[in-house]
């Protein structure tokens, strides 16, 4: 009878811890909606408009480091990385506002801490450790924002984990589609790819055999196996909207 007890009051426990969590990652992804929306125009981050009150910044920053996810499934743990990444890059950036790049903030990527769900790790550990390693999903790297113009563009809403695979299909196919992302000319059959491909290339031909192939799986128009690949400069340039 005892143990029976205990049994019950465990299994409650956890059906309690499980929807607490839940709730505080809705209310994560509610908030992070509305503030990107508020935030991004015209694929830029209105860097001057949040440096004047980080307040709803401020308490995203927190929420990264508060929510716990024990309890939470593997899209919703995705989901949160994603969201969790790209504002903490907003949120470093602005420490260091006005800059004209990423790379002229020593040790952005590779140095400064972020809290995040009780760790401190560099958004390097974030993408590689937390997103790269733990996912093997090669359409991070679409949304993912570096706060560079080369980045694919950001967008003004939340990922979100009951429609995120649909999100990451529609933000792969847009960047592969975007002449100004991926450059293919049909007469030369000769295709330019961002750097990232390049980085990270073994993400891309780990589920398509090659870079060519990766392409040809999300481009709208048909390309033949003769077309070449190379890569272009990318592009370091701050992402904000006041410098567009």
């Not at 891309?204 to 709208?220: A, C, D, H, I, P």
């Amino acid at each position: 009878m005892f143990k029976s007890l205990l049994l019950i009051l465990s299994i409650v426990g956890i059906g309690i811890a499980q929807s607490s969590s839940a709730q505080s990652l809705n209310e994560f992804f509610k908030k992070t909606d509305e503030f990107l929306n508020k935030n991004v125009l015209d694929k830029a981050v209105d860097y001057n408009r949040i440096a004047k009150n980080k307040d709803e910044l401020n308490y995203l920053t927190q929420a990264i480091n508060t929510n716990s996810l024990d309890n939470n499934s593997d899209q919703e743990k995705k989901a949160f990385f994603i969201n969790a990444y790209n504002l903490l890059v907003i949120k470093s950036i602005l420490a260091n506002y006005p800059v004209n790049s990423p790379m002229d903030i020593p040790g952005f990527f590779d140095k400064q801490k972020h809290r995040i769900s009780g760790e401190l790790l560099t958004l390097n550990e974030i993408e590689n450790d937390k997103i790269r390693e733990e996912f093997k999903d090669s359409r991070i790297h679409f949304v993912l924002v570096c706060a560079a113009k080369g980045c694919p563009a950001i967008v003004n809403y939340a990922y979100r984990p009951e429609g995120l695979d649909q999100q990451l299909n529609n933000k792969t196919k847009s960047a592969i589609n975007n002449p100004e992302f991926t450059k293919v000319d049909l007469a030369s059959k000769k295709i330019l790819l961002s750097e990232i491909f390049k980085w990270y290339k073994e993400d891309f031909t780990r589920e398509t055999g090659s870079l060519l192939e990766y392409v040809r799986k999300y481009y709208n128009k048909d390309i033949d196996e003769s077309f070449t690949v190379d890569h272009y400069e990318y592009n370091w340039q701050l992402n904000d909207l006041n410098s567009h």
